[in-house]
């Protein structure tokens, strides 16, 4: 198995401790967060379209939709917990350790796809909020929304409880609010009674099904909350893990039970304002929010729902931005700026939304919404599959892997999302086929050949376990070298090791390290050290001026030291350009080793300051030992 290089969420990571000796009051409070968190997600404006096109059309009838996917989703995220918990590694990263480039790069395109329809869906719907509450058009809103970034990057400076409680603040929002839109519609309790009896009156009803499940579901969310939990500092003994299971489970049930009563309440609000008063097409958010107040008859209505909407969109970008660095970190092992990353996220989501509302105008923002859940629906299987693999994987998981019985429940749960997905997809194709006539060769040129190697990889991430138990491997092999590994020898010395030296007051830690790969009967040491004076640049090393002087005196003279410890030494001396300098010794002298010092540069101060170890990189053959001396 491939290990992965860092902590995920690395700024946060064991952030928080968990008393192992206290009350179940005080650990409970300690523990709690990372699935509030989570929960934003599952009632983002993405739910309140499909709630509200639900709700209008078919009044309390898919209740019970609302009702599966949160168990479906309770079941998922504590598996997503588990896995975080007892791996101490997110479900990209698993995916990374486990599966090979060619599987991997198709998976981390897919998770982006999918952050990117969450991402979309809280722009338009914050940019909604914005319009409602201050008449600020909804093109300016949405670019508007890029703030947000700097927003959560302000908040996660402050650390992930003050992040937390934001996040529980902006939820407590959305649930006063839709308390009042509850108490103002009056709703038929006997209809919302008959709306757990599972029914689907027509085709659309499925296609909606499909999007409130893509919608409560949500793919990034366990990656998001794989990452989350490892925030805690937990004991690593067996009885810890096992308290802190429980307690996790317990806080998935509150939490997205929390979101699932919104949800409902989301719902039941349309259909006991918009359906039972013959409004079956409301669709758009703006349509419903201008219909609350006539239709109600209290101003409040209009001015409830819309700060609810705000609320939900702030706070479900947190962690939609969140689950974006989570992914690339996660996925491609690559680490960069986390406000840049969050940036990132948002512009994918800004700019279709920017285009489509220039071009179709601002009436298309509810379709858009709906398919974005869609989108999010249809990538559920390629997250879910691993996860289920992952928390299955005695290997990784030990005692903590899930019992047959919830491998089954789960397996029952991918199995009827991807089945909803196939009929879907089947469905939606045919219809493009259908409409577009003469362009039809176009559909079948490209949606069906992209589903069959879609269907392709799903398949092999669902025969992964068996193929890789039974030693059928495709790309790149991870666990391939363990193997072998008792038939490695240890190599011979070094014949000759070199050690760059600047003179920076850090030497001797560069001269110790070296020690460790010299044998003094076979190892011969070369001091290297470059002048970089404007007189040593223009005349060469050969230049009298006095830094040359006094730089070729203290090489002198920690070869004489060297030999007295009985090492084999000598010293060159170079001018110029440190990297390109030091590198055109080290191939002349044919050192097989170099001991440099790494003074921690990056991105833009490797700008100002050069990069040595780059230009070794880049230009010898030789091993190179980085040794971390500080600024």
Known sequence: MKKHSQNSLSEVHESVIVPAKASSWRRWLAITGPALMVSVGYMDPGNWATDIAGGSRYSYALIWVLLMSNL???????LAARLGIVSRRDLAQVCHEDYPP????????????????????EVIGSAIALQLLFGIPLLYGVILTALDTFLLLLLSHAGIRKLESV????????????????????????????????????????????????????????YLHSSLVQTRKIGRESDEIKKNLRWNTIDTSLALNIAFFINAAILVMAASVFHRNGYFAVAEIQDAHHLLEPLLGASIAPIAFAIALLASGQSSTITGTLAGQIVMEGYLNLRIRPWLRRLITRLLAVIPAVIVIAHFGENATGAMLVLSQVVLSLQLPFAIIPLINAVADKRRMGEFSISPMIKVLAWVVAGIILSLNIKLIVDQIG????????????????????????????????????LDKNGFRIGSVHRQAAQTINAIQPPPPYQHV?????????????????????????TKLTLLHVVESPVARRLGA???????????????KLTEMMKGNKIKTEWQIGSGEPGKELAKMINESNIEMIVVGGHGHSGVSDLIHGTVISDLRHHIKASVVIVPIGD
Not at 72 to 78: D, E, N, R, T
Not at 106 to 113: G, M, S, V, W
Not at 514 to 520: G, H, M, Q, V
Request: hydrophobic share 55%.
């Open 542 to 556: 050969e230049g009298e001026d006095s830094e040359t002087l006094a730089d070729r005196e203290r090489l002198e």
């Open 167 to 222: 996040v529980i603040a902006l939820v407590g929002t959305i649930g006063v609010a839709f308390f009042i839109e509850i108490l103002l519609g009056k709703p038929d309790w006997v209809g919302i009674a008959h709306g757990f009896v599972p029914s689907l009156p027509d085709a659309t009803a499925l296609y909606i099904s499909i999007g409130i499940l893509g919608a409560t579901v949500m793919p990034h969310n366990l």
């Open 72 to 78: 479906m989703a309770i079941l998922l995220q504590s």
């Open 498 to 522: 070199g050690v760059a030296l600047d003179f920076s007051g850090k030497d001797e830690k560069l001269l110790t390290e070296s020690l460790r790969f010299i044998n003094k009967a076979h």
């Open 102 to 121: 060619i599987v991997n790069i198709p998976l981390y395109i897919l998770a982006e796809i999918a952050i990117t329809a969450c991402d979309l869906a």
């Open 431 to 466: 219809a493009w086929i259908a409409d577009s006539g003469s362009e039809a060769w176009i559909v079948k040129a490209t949606a069906i050949p992209l589903t069959l190697l879609l269907g392709l990889l799903l398949l092999y991430v669902i025969a992964h376990p068996w």
